[in-house]
């Protein structure tokens, strides 16, 4: 195909909501069903809180685009994912023939870079279309297994016909064939290597005929930064690779080790309601007042498996508890009975982040209004209205005393929630309120490609629960 003449200033090649029905079209096409991009249960695990979209979607929606605008081809590029692109956000495709450059934006904000030459390429159809094996879930290696050198094949997954209602003026330029090789880099990164925990970095890319398709080669890896370097050779792609091993999620320690840190007994007189309490801090609190002889009602918001998990645990170590769904800010949690309880503590939280775009910040501040703020409020006035004392725990924050950039909004949030606490102690007796600023502490809100030292869990909550005995 011969390039037609350069535009004269940059142009918007399109614009796009990515859902999640998008997402799962594409998994079917690659076979890369990483959760991090299908399930919004197991993203709100990882380091970005919810599901993102593929890089390597997000590459062919920009290649299909600018064909359809311009009908240029691209022979050589490299893209770098500099921010996620998350679901339902307003994404901008544009051109920059100054600097051959396209790039994905979201209210301005730059989130992916692709640099492109542009020149002539002949389509290349695949022999066979027929759907492949398609894994149901990634591979787990760790990081060491991910670094071994040395050279692998890789078998292609999932359903390359699909390509042509995606990208349809794609296949048609450069071929099915070339679509399945874009679709098999994001497979061997999102399935394969580093698979599960990955985070696509960036791809440098030359499109061109091979002789010995399907391969890929370990080619560095630094643990200090979780990179790892790959080659991927496809049919007609031929790509330098560099993807992230992002944190896997927190795993806490099992009742039965957490029991030798506290006294047969020590809360036998506790009758927990945990809000919040199917992982993270919530999670923790529960299995030491359980194991103190305490009983445990935990909640959850989606994560039930997570909440069936925590109560097995305990009820198979011979402790008590039970669990409940509950939204924070929803009027539809009237089915908690609170006169039962005793001590309550308010883990509820969304994925805490920083800033990003107007629209992202507002709704992350409303978020964090809604749930260190106003949720918290409704559930002291629903504990109020039992007349039955009651000893309540609001964690709060060390960012307060000293604010990160970016976090400014979720301080401020917590900093409202101290102050009504202290109102609510001020003005009555029969709910006592114990506030604590905590610190970072190891738990999925506080993941980083880069490991952080945090304060441990156990280290931190036991005090607080024996705190709550006296307060």
Known sequence: MTVAAKPDSSLVLATKTFTLEDQLEFARFSGDCNPIHIDPVAARRTLTGQCIVHGIHGLLWALNALLLKQAFCVTHFKIRFLKPVFLNEAIVCSYDPKNNRITLEAEGVVLVTIAVTLGTVTPVELHDEAPLTQPAQPDSPSFSQCSAPGSRSLALAGEPAIARKLFPAFCQTYGLATASDFGAASYLVGMKCPGEHSLFASLTGVIAPAANPYSYSVVSSDERFSLIQLAFQGKTLSADIEAFYRPKPSQNQPISQLRQHVSTDEFKSVRALIIGGSRGLGEVVAKLIAAGGGEVTITYHVGKADAQALCHDITDWGGTCTHT???????????????????????????????????????????????????????????????????????????????????????????????????????????????????????????????????????????????????
């Open 325 to 471: 769904q509950y939204t924070a800010g929803a009027m539809t949690n009237t089915d908690i009975d609170y006169s039962q309880f005793n001590q309550i503590y308010y883990f509820a939280t969304p994925k805490i982040v920083g800033k990003r775009t107007s629209a992202f910040d507002q709704a992350q501040r409303h978020s964090y209004q809604t749930a260190y703020v106003e949720a918290f409020k409704t559930l002291c006035t629903e504990v109020l209205s039992t007349q039955q004392p009651c000893t309540v725990f609001y964690p709060s924050t060390v960012f307060i005393d000293a604010i990160p950039k970016g976090l400014e909004d979720y301080a401020a949030a917590k900093l409202e929630g101290e102050e009504f606490c202290s109102q609510m102690n001020a003005q009555q007796k029969t709910v006592k309120v114990l506030i604590q600023r905590l610190p970072q502490l190891a738990t999925d809100q506080n993941q980083a490609l880069v490991e952080n030292q945090m304060t441990d869990l156990v280290d931190c909550l036991l005090p607080v629960i024996r705190d709550m005995q006296t307060a």
